[in-house]
């Protein structure tokens, strides 16, 4: 168990620092504070390896055909870059939904677990979630001390996120992100694809060849590969490509004929088709709909 108490300090720590419903986008890791007051509202995105401390509210998260809920007092770990959607429910404008995202930081985590023989295997899981331990929440605390201690977060924040990420992988779920990072397991050489795939995701690629650049054979490649993302290699590609389309449309002003050439769609129709079918509406309204709710 968990002392609610330290919960409620780490909540209103955050609370502070966001007034109303957004995000705010700290210089630490790559930490970010999330406030909602508004349920029920989908959100799709595609996620990189992330921990996140729930701290009120409650999130449901649809990863592949699996449906994660999960809320105060519970952290999530997402081992892989996944395609999610997700709404929160239980909150209103006097009790919003407020979080902290961590993104997991590869580098530390191989560095844990070729040093530390207490981090067990398990079987790999593409999003995890446990009971948050007191020991995760004072560093999330003193990580959130920080925060505008500039001259302190250089030499003490990279410290504190290593002990979140130790203290992740000493838990029950810290075998599942053990197994994606640990040097020649299949989990391993399934990252090894994937991050090949989105580096490359504008190109024509072979199954046969993606399997052979991580050395197994292509059919135990393609059921490990969508053991691990719910998806096949060509579908993860498509969903990498219609994601990035959505964010160019988004940010970068392009309309869906620019931008669906640019992630290397040859048809227009066909890629209207695919991102009617991923986000529930074609290019033009699907971004009209989500500038106006800006």
């Known amino acids: ?12 720590k955050v609370l502070s620092k966001l007034t109303s419903s957004g995000q705010y986008d700290t210089e630490i890791f790559g930490m970010q504070f999330f406030r909602e007051s508004e349920p029920n509202k989908i959100n799709r995105c595609f996620h ?21 809920i999960y809320g105060a007092g519970k952290y999530v770990i997402a081992s892989v870059d996944y395609p999610v959607s997700s709404f929160v429910t239980n909150i209103s404008e006097e009790n919003p939904y ?17 040093k530390n023989k207490a981090v067990t295997d398990k079987c790999f899981c593409g999003i995890s979630v446990a009971d948050v331990t007191d020991n995760i929440l004072n560093a999330f605390s003193r990580l959130i001390d920080l925060v505008d201690n500039y001259d302190d977060i250089n030499m003490i924040a990279p410290m504190i996120v290593k002990e979140i ?29 994937i991050q090949y795939l989105k580096a490359h995701y504008i190109e024509s690629i072979k199954i046969d060849d993606l399997a052979s650049m991580v050395n197994m054979a292509p059919s135990t490649f393609n059921r490990y590969f969508r053991t691990v993302t719910t998806l096949s290699p060509l579908q993860y590609q498509k969903r990498l490509r219609l994601y990035e389309a959505q964010r160019l449309m988004l940010m970068e002003d392009y ?35 989500i500038m106006s709710a800006v």
Not at 48 to 68: A, D, Q, R, Y
Not at 281 to 286: K, R, S, V, W
């Open 1 to 12: 168990m968990f002392n609610e108490l330290l919960l409620n300090e780490v909540k209103n």
């Open 48 to 68: 990189t390896p992330f921990i996140i401390l729930m701290l009120n509210g409650e999130k449901h998260s649809i990863f592949g055909s699996e449906e994660f």
């Open 98 to 114: 407020v979080s902290i995202l961590l993104p997991v930081n590869n580098k530390i985590v191989f560095d844990i677990i070729s």
């Open 165 to 193: 990420h130790y203290w992740v992988l000493k838990g029950p779920v810290g075998g599942s992100l053990k197994a994606i990072n640990k040097y020649g397991s299949k989990s391993g050489r399934i990252m090894q694809a």
């Open 255 to 289: 309309n869906a004929t620019t931008a669906c050439f640019q992630v290397g769609y040859s048809s227009q129709h066909q890629f209207n088709r695919e991102y009617k079918k991923v986000f529930g509406e074609p290019p033009y309204n699907n971004v009209k709909k």
